[in-house]
């Protein structure tokens, strides 16, 4: 008989982090403080009503922390190549932390498909780079380009929109501050409007580049366990 797979890991440096994940703002509204909140959840009185304890979560850490200790360190894509662009050298500075979960990346592109069409996209970096192949972006082989599968898609020329939520974000576009970004690993919240706040434990970065018409990266810090 084939060994049960492992449980896959959990997205939280500390046990606390993930009782607050299920802590919903709702909750917040009548309960006015996160230790009381994280307390009901542990209890089975709020969240999904099937919570880790203490004891379980920290076991599964441990053996997701071996795990990732056996496992071969991946290359990253960018090692090696000549970044001729600042767009390039930006991703290359983040690539390493994003594929750790250190930071969770959302890269704005504004530029023009093969039909010439202007289209944009809010792109989740930490995602693609599970998806796609990046040595050919590092190497100029390809550009990374908008798709209608990105967390925000808009074709300017035919007035064409898609939202995705991915595996690190949920897309808020329903809101009076416009369309907005929750992270699903601190559930913070990640505001692009370039005159806001862009939100707590986040960073805003305009990119001057020669490869496409605007470019902005939003850096989310997560928090970590000590």
């Not at 993930?18 to 009901?40: F, I, K, N, P």
């Not at 069409?117 to 380009?145: N, P």
């Not at 808009?154 to 809101?175: C, F, G, K």
Request: aromatic share 10%; hydrophobic share 35%; charged share 25%.
């Amino acid at each position: 008989m084939a060994a049960a797979a492992p449980p896959p890991p959990l997205p939280f440096g500390t046990y606390e982090e993930y009782l607050e994940s299920q802590v919903t703002a709702r909750d917040m509204h009548y309960l006015e403080s996160e230790a009381v909140g994280r307390q009901l959840v542990e209890l089975g009185f709020r969240g999904s009503g099937d919570v880790l304890r203490r004891e379980e979560f920290e076991a599964r850490a441990a053996a997701a922390a071996g795990l990732a200790a056996a496992a071969p360190e991946k290359s990253l894509a960018s090692i090696g190549k000549e970044l001729k662009d600042n767009f390039l050298r930006a991703l290359a500075e983040r690539e390493e932390a994003n594929r750790t979960g250190k930071i969770s990346s959302i890269i704005f592109i504004r530029d023009r498909n093969s039909r010439h069409q202007e289209v944009s996209a809010y792109i989740d970096y930490a995602h693609r780079l599970t998806t796609d192949d990046f040595e050919v972006y590092f190497s100029g082989k390809k550009r990374l380009l908008p798709r209608n599968t990105d967390l925000s898609f808009y074709n300017w020329d035919r007035n064409v929109s898609t939202l995705n939520s991915s595996p690190n974000y949920q897309v808020i576009a329903e809101n009076a501050c416009g369309l907005l970004f929750k992270n699903k690993s601190d559930r913070k919240i990640i505001n692009v409007d370039p005159k806001a706040y862009p939100g707590d434990n986040t960073t805003r970065t305009p990119v001057e580049t020669d490869l496409y018409l605007h470019v902005v990266i939003y850096d989310h810090t997560l928090r970590r366990g000590t």
